[in-house]
């Protein structure tokens, strides 16, 4: 199957930082990514959709500015956490969608996650 | 909106069958997933339904009914390494408009000896 990844997979940073997650699709490529957020026992929530070529487009209640996502090229897609604060801890996922080769284009191949912890 | 609601928690036998219910109220209906997430991990797909009917593969398979808004997921033969939290999904439209996955709150499977 078509493999995501996730750089870094952990990171723990000071309060006021920016911290930058990256999300590849390694052997496809992806218009569309998606990045998820998670707390402890709890489901993943959807944050945005990352469109290759163009602005993102954000769920309600998700500070645009606050979470900064960069989709330029078809095979990366980036998340900056700007001016972290420990409410921000958490994991993080991605995930793409083909939008070539032979797969159905409905499934979404996750990352293995990021893992945010803010002091 | 969307309102996906399934166990909490459910514990089972290794060997036996179990069977994981997912019921959903969405708008735009477009599909519906079930992941399989070991904790710390990230999901990974088991299923995909977009008609109605059984989808099997291997010793997993899933239901949809679209008219009653319900899935399950049917586990069988099953292994300690089941243990994990199954995720059923829904794709239909955000409140932004945009087709997306709405995600249950997961359903922690424990496989017992």
């Known amino acids: 199957g078509a493999v995501v990844s996730q750089h870094p997979s952990w990171v723990i940073c000071k309060s006021g930082t920016s911290v930058k997650i990256e999300c590849r699709s390694l052997d496809f490529q992806a218009t569309t990514m998606f990045w998820y957020r998670q707390f402890p026992k709890q489901s993943l929530m959807l944050m945005a959709t990352s469109n290759e070529g163009s602005k993102a487009t954000y769920e309600q209640g998700v500070e645009k500015d606050k979470f900064l996502i960069n989709h330029a090229s078809l095979t990366l897609s980036t998340l900056t956490v700007t001016s972290a604060h420990p409410e921000d801890s958490s994991f993080y996922i991605c995930?793409?969608?083909?939008?070539?080769?032979?797969?159905?284009?409905?499934?979404?191949?996750f990352g293995p996650g990021t893992r945010l912890t803010v002091l | 909106g969307q309102n996906i609601d399934q166990p909490t928690e459910m514990t089972a036998t290794e060997g036996a069958i179990v069977q994981i219910n997912c019921t959903y109220q969405?708008?735009?209906?477009?599909?519906l997933f079930w992941y399989q997430q070991h904790a710390g991990e990230a999901p990974t797909f088991l299923s995909y339904n977009v008609l109605d009917g059984l989808e099997e593969k291997g010793r997993f398979s899933s239901f949809l009914s679209r008219s009653k808004g319900y899935s399950y997921l049917l586990l069988k033969e099953l292994q300690m390494k089941d243990s994990a939290s199954y995720l059923c999904a829904v794709r239909g439209y955000m409140d932004t408009g945009r087709r997306a996955l709405t995600f249950g709150s997961g359903t922690r499977l424990q496989v017992q000896p």
């Open positions: 969405t708008s735009g209906f477009n599909g």
């Open positions: 995930s793409a969608r083909l939008s070539d080769r032979g797969f159905s284009y409905n499934e979404q191949f």
